[in-house]
């Protein structure tokens, strides 16, 4: 997901935060109201904690969406006008790049005939673009409609780890970095994808191993993190919409500066001039 220059930002999230609040009330199901209260995380676990993970969930979502209820997000739909098209659900599955795509055909093998099912080859059409040709007008309700399905939302679960979650975890622990590390490289993986281009999550640690060893090779675990965020802000000042750092300035940047490395509560953060806790 990708968010809107600052300028256009503070407004867009404050009507979201408040479309959100609506949302959250019409679409709520046993599996979202169960389990929103965050748990304490078991010191020195990793992000497979299951605790740690849910704080990780919240840290993307302070960021993609202004809130830490990140299942409120599984009916979040709109367009942000950053060339990808419709960007939803808890990480921002886009229209534009593919990975909205795989999330319906996966929802959609295991609930043929959904609601949004007959979108496929509209989406199918519109990949790679940011075009809502097939899907207006009423895609963005059909959306907020499926997310109401438990099903619908364990496949977004499942495409999350698939795509961004699990990726980021291996290739943190293969790199010897601990909770703390195995975020930073999932938060990268869902803004910029594991694409070959030159801002993408594989170009991003290139230069990062370049400038510095991680800990799996006997390098500095602080070091090699403060590299690989100089990457990111670099890539991430490539394009307009990614231009505000705050994610990693004075959230992840944050937590590295204190020997954090654990991502250990408390937490106390800032994102795009919101601030943030988890105690």
């Not at 809107?4 to 479309?19: D, E, F, K, N, V």
């Not at 748990?39 to 676990?45: I, K, L, Y």
């Not at 965020?229 to 990614?242: C, F, I, K, P, Y």
């Amino acid at each position: 997901m990708v968010h809107l220059p600052r300028a256009a930002r503070s407004l867009a999230a404050a009507t979201r935060r408040t479309a959100l609040a609506l949302l959250a009330a019409s679409t709520a199901s046993p599996l979202i109201s169960s389990s929103t209260a965050a748990v304490a995380p078991r010191a020195g676990g990793g992000l497979d904690d299951p605790a740690k993970k849910e704080t990780a969930m919240r840290l993307v979502s302070s960021a993609e969406n202004s809130s830490l209820d990140w299942r409120a997000q599984y009916a979040y739909v709109e367009d942000i006008g950053d060339g990808r098209g419709y960007t939803a659900g808890t990480v921002g599955f886009c229209s534009g790049t593919g990975d909205m795509l795989e999330l319906v055909e996966l929802y959609t093998d295991r609930v043929p005939g959904n609601v949004l099912a007959p979108y496929l080859p509209a989406l199918r059409a519109v990949d790679g673009t940011d075009s809502h040709a097939g899907l207006d007008p009423h895609f963005p309700a059909d959306w907020r409609r499926a997310a109401r399905d438990t099903a619908f939302q364990r496949a977004q679960d499942d495409e999350r780890d698939r795509v961004y979650f699990d990726p980021a975890l291996r290739r943190a622990t293969e790199d010897g970095l601990r909770a703390l590390g195995q975020f930073v490289y999932f938060d990268a993986l869902v803004m910029h994808g594991d694409g070959d281009d030159d801002a993408g999550f594989r170009a991003i640690r290139e230069r990062a191993l370049a400038r510095a060893e991680p800990p799996a090779r006997g390098g500095d675990e602080t070091t090699y993190l403060d590299a690989f965020l100089d990457a990111r802000v670099r890539a991430m000042r490539q394009e307009e919409a990614h231009s505000d750092t705050s994610r990693v300035d004075t959230a992840q940047r944050v937590f590295l500066r204190a020997g954090n490395l654990d991502l250990e509560p408390p937490l106390d953060w800032a994102v795009y001039g919101d601030s943030y806790h988890i105690g």
